[in-house]
């Protein structure tokens, strides 16, 4: 079985969520049909595939990700699937897409594993594709504060885990001139968010 595959088959066994935390993803960002939204780190597609269900027809989806096996993966899914994101290898700090292209960016558990510099380069790079007026959601683990969901988190996700705060975010969304920054806790105590907004004007 390919790293991809494994990935869904040990994020659903570690988490018990599947289309569960998509659908906390969706609400958190308010995703509305006629929407053009972008996915950073989008994995092998699942939360695409959820929000292209609900912008098509006339809204559209593109994921990005690092790893080629992802892509592949997550193509191969929308080939099947009757609302069909596009998927393309790429960066966070590096997106391939032109000035104000879409109208929500959002990523799931990919912000704990960038460091400070990719943190601030890739803000910079979301706050470029916005559309004015248009909003970043990100959601990623919050390990809740105790000596043994620190010791779980390190023994099931690795030692970068123990540290983690989705806060550290914020600091690089504002220097990206994004506006409105905030993390909020969310519906799943193990997950919190952040947000921002591109200024209108």
């Not at 540290?163 to 550290?168: E, F, L, M, P, Q």
């Not at 920054?181 to 952040?194: G, I, K, L, M, S």
Request: hydrophobic letters at 45%.
């Amino acid at each position: 079985m390919s790293h991809s595959r494994l990935y869904d088959l040990g994020f659903n066994l570690s988490f018990g969520l599947d289309m569960r935390l998509w659908r906390m993803v969706m609400e958190l960002a308010q995703v509305v049909p006629g929407e053009n939204v972008l996915d950073v780190g989008c994995g092998t597609g699942r939360l695409a595939l959820a929000i292209a269900g609900v912008v098509s027809p006339s809204g559209r989806v593109s994921g990005i990700d690092a790893s080629p096996e992802m892509i592949e993966v997550a193509s191969h899914k929308a080939s099947r699937a009757a609302a069909k994101p596009w998927f393309q290898v790429g960066l966070v700090e590096e997106i391939p897409f032109d000035d104000g292209s879409f109208d929500l960016v959002v990523s799931t558990l990919v912000l704990h594993h960038l460091p400070r510099e990719v943190k601030e380069a890739g803000f910079r790079e979301v706050a470029r594709v916005l559309r004015p007026g248009g909003r970043f959601v990100g959601v990623d683990l919050q390990i809740p504060a105790s000596r043994l969901y620190s010791l779980l988190a390190v023994l099931v996700l690795g030692h970068h885990m123990a540290g983690a705060d989705i806060t550290d975010s914020l600091e690089p969304m504002r220097l990206a001139g994004l506006e409105d920054v905030q993390a909020n806790d969310t519906p799943n105590r193990f997950f919190a968010c952040v947000r921002s907004l591109k200024s209108g004007a």
